[in-house]
């Protein structure tokens, strides 16, 4: 698809491969994607550029993402550049997606936690204060060697009520269904298969791993809410962790907290949340 690019560009707006391509910075992707989707799409592209992951165009559910990558760019050098270039269209649509999108972000499940807790409400979200994605806690001096390690890093952490919501994607972390399928094929006796062996020894390691960190949080003072694969799935079981995390935050406006959860259930309030949590998953968890 071809498009008109202003006559004035920063100087790094395209990126020489050879003598006949090129190719274009993320930070003008941005811009030339903005008239062409939502705020709250245009919000998720940022997040994946700002964040430590990249979906796969072809991927399939099983392989739909690479992990543990460099941010190609950031919120303020997206920011600073649409101050510097002018596209045709969009502004409007950039500005509120900058608004919402949020850095580090290290999976497509974390994207759609972070937007769902911290877009407003009357985008279907709950409207909590943004969190700090993949945060680094130090452990102190004092208590070094009584956990097991020295640093760790927080999913989505509400420093101010020291809450991390733990994202325990089915990809990373102890799968229920493949696990049961790997302890059925044990019990009924068909365990001489080595990579299903080596397979079920590594989701007890990592199940085994998993609650070792949780204790070790817990004891450094964190209020850990873990949020799994199905919760993010299903608006109802999003609510319940949404009523987690607010118990643990204190002041939430004016309302009480009762009167902030029977909010929930107004029916309007409760379809946005479903709009918005199908739109946000069309490619994600």
């Not at 649509?93 to 974390?110: D, N």
């Not at 009924?188 to 204790?215: N, T, V, W």
């Not at 003072?221 to 607010?246: M, W």
């Not at 907290?257 to 199908?278: I, K, M, P, Q, T």
Request: glycine residues 6%; aromatic residues 8%.
């Amino acid at each position: 698809r071809t498009r008109e690019l202003p006559q004035t560009m920063p100087a790094d707006a395209l990126v020489r491969v050879n003598s006949s391509l090129y190719f274009v910075c993320p930070e003008l992707i941005v811009a030339q994607m903005a008239p062409s989707l939502s705020a709250i799409q245009l919000a998720k592209l940022v997040m994946e550029l700002c964040g430590s992951y990249s979906l796969s165009p072809t991927a399939d559910r099983h392989s739909k993402a690479k992990y543990q990558l460099e941010p190609v760019t950031s919120l303020e050098r997206i920011k600073r550049y649409a101050k510097l270039t002018k596209v045709r269209g969009g502004a409007k649509t950039l500005r509120e997606a900058l608004g919402y999108a949020l850095e580090g972000s290290a999976s497509p499940g974390e994207t759609v936690l972070a937007l769902m807790m911290s877009l407003p409400r009357e985008l279907g979200g709950y409207g909590f204060v943004k969190p700090i994605l993949n945060a680094s806690l130090a452990v102190p001096d004092e208590h070094v060697g009584r956990v097991g390690g020295s640093r760790y890093s927080l999913d989505a952490f509400w420093q101010d009520a020291y809450t991390d919501l733990e994202y325990e994607s089915a990809e990373f972390h102890l799968d229920p269904l493949a696990a049961a399928s790997l302890v059925a094929a044990k019990d009924g006796g068909r365990d001489s298969d080595p990579l299903a062996e080596m397979r079920r020894r590594e989701y007890i390691a990592k199940a085994d791993a998993d609650r070792r960190r949780l204790r070790d949080l817990q004891f450094l003072g964190i209020h850990v809410i873990p949020v799994t694969s199905f919760d993010l799935g299903n608006v109802r079981r999003f609510d319940q962790v949404a009523h987690a995390l607010a118990k643990n935050i204190e002041g939430l406006g004016t309302q009480g907290f009762e009167d902030w959860a029977a909010d929930l259930d107004e029916s309007s309030y409760r379809e946005r949340r479903r709009r918005l949590l199908r739109s946000l998953n069309d490619d994600a968890n």
